[in-house]
């Protein structure tokens, strides 16, 4: 729980003191993608993002991938965790969700 809570304070530190730029979201995104990418940026500025609904169209099931400096240190549950955190209405809506993290120092 304490790497969780550090998590935590490193992403929000990060966003308030991150010199990266913004991704340009892709403009083929469904209303639903939009929004998952669009929190994701918020929160994580992060340096890679896809976002694509594999449900066929419908809205049920998202796949994501998702590279940020808030996911150094912590381990791939905690990674994940934070990001189901940022999008825990949107989860509430949907039947699944895959995701897939890369903290900096793996980013190829």
């Known amino acids: 729980m304490l790497t969780l809570r550090r998590g935590l304070a ?10 990266q730029p ?12 939009k929004l998952i990418y669009d929190k994701l940026t918020d929160k994580f500025l992060p340096t890679e993002l896809a976002v694509q609904d594999i ?8 796949a994501i991938k ?3 400096e808030a ?3 912590l381990s791939t549950l905690n990674q994940h ?3 189901t955190r940022v999008l825990k209405q949107e989860i ?13 120092s793996s980013e190829s």
């Open 10 to 19: 490193a992403s929000r530190a990060l966003r308030r003191f991150s010199t």
């Open 22 to 33: 913004h991704l340009i979201p892709p403009t083929n995104l469904s209303e639903g993608e």
């Open 55 to 62: 449900s066929g169209g419908c809205g049920d099931f998202y």
């Open 66 to 68: 998702i590279a940020s």
């Open 71 to 73: 996911f150094k240190g």
């Open 81 to 83: 965790r934070l990001v």
């Open 92 to 104: 509430e809506g949907i039947h699944g969700l895959q995701v897939k993290t890369i903290p900096p």
